[in-house]
């Protein structure tokens, strides 16, 4: 452990934790983890070519330098293609709870490959457990979510973009009849606040790997993710909530259901 390290907090110094010390040394180096060398270099991209080629964007060895898949300067596979591969050993944890307390399991899955692939099975697989309710008004019929779907969508690739890649834990959705929260590891970026991203503020942590789900236009503009899901909730007596700690990020939905709006999937 590392001592003599100290931080201003008010008026005072105090020992910097070893999570402070870890962000300090990283934020002096300039190192971004997703431009770093990765230290498996035997990979190979099926499911992320097929995500390519199914949003009609090119892939393949010709783009791997200007994705940033590969080091201009060393020639071998970074971080980011890691997170790309079909090797890729970071996961996202679901569980589906009866009871608000989240004791009580449903149904659990994990997901891994891929982040790509990894986004589009839990998206699948959350949407199995968003309850649809239809009104019919006259000959009309119009179908309702518990958890509008953009909402739903904005939250999971929130949570894939920005987490801190750099540790080995899964990214964290807990489903109930009342909530779904997704957990992300990565406290936000120093200096942020959560007000300061419900206004749109965006400091990437991966640009890069942001930079390939915007070629694939699954998001639009950087920034604007939590708004939209702000947005969706806005005529709700239940708000979204946004819970931040050193080394984690928590963006909870509520269930609509029972409040004075419902959202139709869009």
């Known amino acids: 452990m590392i001592e003599g390290v100290y931080i201003r907090q008010g008026a005072s110094s105090v020992p910097a934790s070893q999570e402070q010390i870890r962000q300090m040394i990283k934020n002096a180096d300039g190192d971004q983890y997703e431009e770093m060398r990765s230290l498996e270099q035997d990979l190979t991209f099926s499911a992320c070519s097929r995500v390519f080629e199914e949003n009609g964007v090119s892939f393949g060895p010709d783009k791997y330098n200007a994705l940033g898949v590969r080091s201009l300067a060393q020639s071998q596979y970074t971080n980011l293609a890691l997170l790309l591969s ?65 909402a739903v969508r904005e939250a999971l690739l929130n949570a894939v973009i920005h987490r801190d890649y750099a540790y080995s834990g899964s990214i964290i959705i807990n489903v109930n009849d009342g909530f779904m929260e997704f957990v992300s590891i990565g406290g936000l970026l120093p200096g942020l606040s959560p007000a300061d991203i419900r206004n749109g503020i965006s400091q990437l942590r991966n640009r890069r790997l942001a930079d390939v789900f915007h070629r694939l236009n699954f998001i639009e503009a950087y920034g604007t993710g939590i708004r939209r899901i702000f947005a969706l909730y806005d005529d709700c007596t239940v708000k979204p909530d946004i819970a931040v700690t050193p080394n984690s990020f928590k963006l909870t939905l509520p269930n609509m259901s029972g409040s004075d709006k419902h959202n139709a999937p869009n």
């Open 86 to 150: 079909d090797q890729c050993a970071h996961t996202i944890k679901v569980a589906v709870f009866a009871d608000k307390q989240n004791t009580i399991f449903r149904d659990r899955k994990e997901f891994s490959g891929s982040t790509l692939k990894q986004a589009q099975d839990t998206f699948d697989y959350l949407q199995l457990n968003n309850k649809n309710r239809s009104v019919i008004d006259g000959l009309a019929r119009r179908d309702y979510w518990d958890y509008p779907k953009d």
